[in-house]
């Protein structure tokens, strides 16, 4: 695992010196540094049980412009080709060097050219300005930043950004609401006051003690319906594997046996040559357990199949380190045995393909959509609705029928519906996990972990608009720009 750190500013020496003297504390082994001891320090950390990269830095050829990556670039050969000719490097040019290419091509538009998870970092020497980038996609790399007083520091991880004394202490309050209400925290906000995150697709740029961040990369929505989609969604996932499994690290596939991982391993065992390695999760608990399911995908591509029996007292044994991966909380179990799983999965590939992700690319919440526009015809509907749902908390069958309706899938989707016609769309959406938050999953000892004013705020101290994503291109609607949001 890999990931890029750095500082700008008159105190770049010292934060470099902190870094490299808390390296046990950070479980980095490895940290190649740059820097001319001028108040500029970029690096690459290497962490426990990665490999070193030593082409993960570039200059150009005046030696004005660094270029520090982390990640992969797909579909490069066009740019290999061209950056050959550009005298990069007659073997081949290396990731970092196509991404310095990509830049002197296009400058911060290259997030809307460069396809793959990757992290970067552009120091420019002239006129001593800083960019950091985030692929589109986000989710598998990161980029955390702290404005100092004078200068910025910047990191893949948050507990470096707290090595480097980046923070005070204090806890964001506006993140915890948000926490509180989707089950985890929205850039650019963490939970670390003074410490953000860089939104995927966006570019920070770093210049004279002033930072600006930027979108590049937004969604389009082509509402249109296609006769060939089906082949069309086969084509887009097909290549996407094929990119991926076809770099240098040895990819596996995580294996539930539902339609989404099992149609990964599909495409893998037609792309690849030799068995899919899969992993999967069995449980001593019959009602949990997937297992069957995942066996008869294995036995069907003939894949090299491995499973990890989990046992609940085993799992929470190891809860401290998880929540120390993490970094934030996270309002989904599921990271307890995807933890496991990806540790058990270490020991045989380098990187994992996953079937999380593609409900919202599929349409899941389109049906919403559709009932709110064909119901909101009905003459007094909204009015109905407001009525329903009114905020009145003396009203305990509505805390009842709640509960009745998200049961089901269909009933999450009523009481969708109901508040879509009751409010506003990103309202309807969002309702749904403040919902679960405060009426089902968190308990009433809540409000003697919090100050009174931070309980009495609980339900209204969220912006909504504020959580909307700007992600979308064109005169998109509210409800796309929710869809935006939730991706991934």
């Given at each position: 695992?890999?990931g890029i750190?750095?500082?700008?500013?008159?105190?770049?020496?010292?934060v470099?010196?902190q870094?490299s003297a808390?390296?046990g504390v950070l479980?980095?082994?490895?940290t190649?540094?740059?820097?001319d001891g001028a108040g500029w320090?970029v690096?690459?950390?290497t962490?426990?049980?990665?490999?070193?990269d030593?082409?993960a830095t570039?200059?150009?050829q005046e030696?004005?412009?660094?270029?520090?990556l982390v990640?992969?670039?797909f579909?490069?050969?066009?740019?290999?080709?061209?950056?050959r000719?550009?005298?990069?490097?007659s073997?081949?040019p290396?990731q970092?060097q196509?991404?310095?290419?990509l830049?002197e091509?296009?400058g911060?538009?290259?997030l809307?050219?460069?396809n793959?998870?990757?992290a970067a970092?552009?120091?420019?020497t002239?006129?001593?300005?800083?960019?950091?980038?985030?692929?589109?996609?986000?989710?598998i790399?990161?980029?955390?930043?702290?404005?100092?007083?004078?200068?910025?520091?910047?990191?893949s991880?948050?507990?470096t950004?707290l090595a480097?004394?980046?923070?005070?202490?204090?806890?964001?309050?506006?993140a915890?609401h948000?926490y509180?209400?989707?089950g985890h925290?929205l850039?650019p906000?963490?939970l670390?006051?003074?410490?953000h995150?860089?939104?995927p697709?966006?570019?920070l740029?770093y210049?004279?003690?002033r930072a600006d961040?930027?979108?590049?990369?937004?969604?389009?929505?082509?509402?249109?319906r296609?006769?060939?989609?089906?082949?069309?969604?086969?084509?887009e996932c097909?290549?996407a594997?094929?990119?991926r499994?076809a770099g240098?690290?040895?990819v596996g596939a995580f294996l539930?046996?539902?339609?989404?991982?099992?149609?990964?391993?599909a495409?893998?065992?037609d792309?690849?040559e030799g068995?899919?390695k899969t992993?999967s999760?069995?449980?001593?608990?019959?009602?949990?357990?997937e297992?069957?399911?995942a066996?008869?995908?294995a036995?069907?591509?003939?894949t090299?199949h491995?499973?990890l029996?989990l046992?609940?007292p085993?799992?929470?044994?190891?809860?401290p380190e998880?929540i120390?991966?993490?970094?934030?909380?996270?309002?989904?179990?599921?990271?307890?045995p995807?933890?496991?799983?990806?540790?058990?999965?270490?020991e045989?590939v380098?990187?994992?393909?996953?079937g999380d992700g593609p409900?919202?690319?599929?349409?899941?919440?389109?049906?919403?959509?559709?009932?709110?526009?064909a119901?909101g015809?009905i003459?007094?509907?909204?009015?109905?609705a407001?009525a329903?749902?009114a905020?009145?908390?003396?009203a305990g069958w509505?805390v009842?029928?709640?509960?009745r309706l998200?049961?089901?899938?269909?009933?999450?989707s009523?009481w969708?519906?109901?508040q879509?016609?009751?409010g506003s769309?990103?309202?309807?959406y969002?309702s749904?996990?403040?919902e679960?938050?405060?009426?089902g999953?968190?308990?009433?000892s809540?409000r003697?972990?919090?100050?009174?004013?931070?309980?009495?705020?609980?339900?209204?101290?969220?912006?909504?608009?504020?959580?909307?994503?700007?992600?979308v291109?064109?005169?998109?609607?509210?409800?796309e720009?929710?869809?935006?949001s939730t991706w991934?």
């Amino acid at each position: 695992m890999k990931g890029i750190l750095g500082a700008i500013g008159s105190n770049a020496s010292v934060v470099q010196a902190q870094l490299s003297a808390r390296r046990g504390v950070l479980a980095h082994q490895r940290t190649k540094w740059l820097g001319d001891g001028a108040g500029w320090a970029v690096g690459v950390c290497t962490c426990d049980g990665g490999k070193d990269d030593p082409t993960a830095t570039a200059w150009n050829q005046e030696e004005t412009v660094c270029s520090v990556l982390v990640g992969e670039l797909f579909g490069t050969a066009p740019l290999n080709d061209a950056s050959r000719r550009r005298g990069y490097d007659s073997r081949g040019p290396t990731q970092s060097q196509l991404l310095l290419h990509l830049w002197e091509a296009h400058g911060v538009e290259l997030l809307t050219k460069a396809n793959g998870p990757f992290a970067a970092a552009i120091w420019e020497t002239e006129p001593r300005r800083l960019t950091l980038l985030l692929d589109w996609i986000g989710g598998i790399h990161h980029l955390h930043y702290a404005l100092l007083d004078d200068g910025i520091v910047f990191a893949s991880e948050i507990r470096t950004l707290l090595a480097a004394g980046a923070w005070d202490g204090r806890i964001n309050e506006h993140a915890l609401h948000q926490y509180l209400d989707f089950g985890h925290i929205l850039p650019p906000h963490t939970l670390f006051d003074g410490i953000h995150k860089l939104p995927p697709g966006c570019a920070l740029t770093y210049e004279d003690g002033r930072a600006d961040v930027q979108r590049v990369f937004k969604f389009r929505f082509e509402a249109q319906r296609d006769a060939d989609w089906v082949e069309r969604f086969q084509d887009e996932c097909r290549e996407a594997i094929a990119h991926r499994v076809a770099g240098p690290d040895e990819v596996g596939a995580f294996l539930s046996g539902g339609i989404d991982s099992s149609y990964n391993v599909a495409l893998m065992s037609d792309v690849q040559e030799g068995p899919v390695k899969t992993f999967s999760i069995a449980y001593p608990q019959e009602e949990f357990d997937e297992s069957p399911y995942a066996r008869l995908v294995a036995r069907r591509f003939e894949t090299d199949h491995h499973e990890l029996t989990l046992d609940s007292p085993e799992v929470l044994d190891e809860l401290p380190e998880m929540i120390w991966a993490l970094e934030e909380p996270a309002m989904d179990y599921s990271f307890i045995p995807t933890f496991n799983l990806a540790r058990f999965a270490k020991e045989h590939v380098d990187a994992v393909i996953s079937g999380d992700g593609p409900d919202h690319l599929l349409g899941r919440h389109y049906p919403v959509a559709f009932a709110r526009r064909a119901l909101g015809r009905i003459p007094g509907a909204s009015v109905l609705a407001r009525a329903l749902l009114a905020d009145d908390r003396s009203a305990g069958w509505k805390v009842g029928l709640w509960r009745r309706l998200r049961r089901s899938e269909q009933g999450r989707s009523l009481w969708k519906v109901l508040q879509s016609l009751a409010g506003s769309p990103p309202e309807a959406y969002l309702s749904i996990y403040r919902e679960i938050a405060y009426r089902g999953l968190l308990p009433n000892s809540l409000r003697a972990v919090v100050s009174d004013s931070m309980g009495e705020n609980l339900v209204n101290g969220l912006d909504i608009g504020a959580a909307i994503s700007d992600n979308v291109d064109g005169d998109a609607s509210e409800f796309e720009r929710i869809l935006a949001s939730t991706w991934p």
